[in-house]
């Protein structure tokens, strides 16, 4: 099955704006209807962005923990280049998270 992260940004920038965001992070992406894919990085997408469909969703996933975290690292470091509070958690085949990326957000579990 191999590793998948989950995640929250603190405010979902517009579709556009993300987009230009990934790019000026130096980051390939196809923006589609409802979603951004970014291009060549494990299976890393915004999806559900569009009109009255709600916040988009983070869906990233790869074959492996380290080809997983790589790219999150690289979206992790597009959004706090452009100041966007967010959190990634990524978890291994057997639900354990294996690592903890983040901008501005607490440490897991923090109260």
């Not at 196809?30 to 988009?56: A, M």
Request: aromatic content about 10%; proline content about 5%.
């Amino acid at each position: 099955m191999g590793a998948r992260v989950t995640g929250q940004l603190d405010v979902w920038p517009s579709k556009e704006g993300m987009a230009d965001i990934l790019r000026a992070g130096g980051l390939a992406v196809t923006v589609g209807v409802y979603s951004i894919c970014v291009e060549g990085h494990s299976r890393f997408k915004f999806q559900q962005y569009g009109g009255d469909l709600g916040d988009p969703v983070i869906d990233a996933d790869a074959e492996s923990v380290p080809e997983l975290l790589a790219a999150a690292r690289l979206v992790s470091d597009a959004l706090a280049q452009a100041g966007i509070v967010h959190r990634f958690e990524v978890y291994d085949d057997d639900h354990q998270m294996a690592g903890y990326l983040h901008h501005g957000w607490p440490l897991p579990f923090a109260e």
